[in-house]
């Protein structure tokens, strides 16, 4: 098991251009930001590309980037996302779009705070991230160790029965969901919030 208690964005405002928690970052987010923006409206073949101008500005904003409650990270990336967005488009239709404009539209419903697709991206982001937790932590536990956090804390199935089907005590499957779920919070840090 790799110990850590620094999650991953503190240890990128601190880290050089060149370190390998950028790759990490970038494997987590980009499919998540890719996705949304694909649901823009128009701009489902630009998503790629406008996902990666997302990245590159939370390349350099990351070190700045302060946490004033639970999920400001994902609340900050969302509008990152927007303005990105609404900066492609605004050089892209240099004269202003007549009539109803449903990308216009989908941006302002992200973008407010307490709306209804800004609620779906909490979740959204938050079941991402976790998964994506998941998998980077997984290979530092022994393979019992890990089906017995799965079983318990994931799938919800009593300890005394995964202890008895797996062999090991019942105390032994709660110190793997305690081990794992200490390790997942140290990994995630400011990343993921209630």
Do not use: C
Not at 72 to 89: C, D, E, G, I
Not at 94 to 108: H, M, N, W
Request: hydrophobic share 45%; glycine share 6%.
């Amino acid at each position: 098991m790799t110990p850590t208690s620094v999650s991953l964005l503190d240890r990128l405002r601190d880290a050089g251009p060149d370190h390998p928690d950028w790759l990490r970052l970038h494997e987590i987010y980009t499919p998540l930001i890719h996705r949304w923006i694909g649901r823009v409206p128009g701009l489902a073949d630009e998503a790629a590309d406008l996902a990666q101008e997302v990245l590159f500005v939370l390349i350099r904003e990351i070190p700045r980037f302060e946490r004033r409650r639970e999920g400001s990270f994902r609340a900050w990336l969302r509008q990152v996302t927007v303005n990105r967005v609404r900066s492609h488009r605004k050089v892209r239709h240099r004269r202003p779009i007549v009539g109803l404009d449903p990308a216009a539209g989908f941006l302002d419903q992200l973008a407010a705070p307490d709306g209804e697709l800004a609620r779906e991206w909490d979740l959204d982001h938050d079941r991402h991230v976790f998964g994506k937790l998941l998998a980077i932590v997984r290979p530092d536990f022994a393979p019992v160790t890990w089906e017995a956090f799965q079983r318990f804390a994931l799938d919800g199935v009593p300890a005394a029965r995964v202890a008895e089907e797996l062999g090991l005590t019942e105390n032994a499957v709660v110190q793997a969901k305690s081990r794992i779920l200490k390790r997942l919070r140290g990994e995630a840090g400011d990343l993921l919030g209630s």
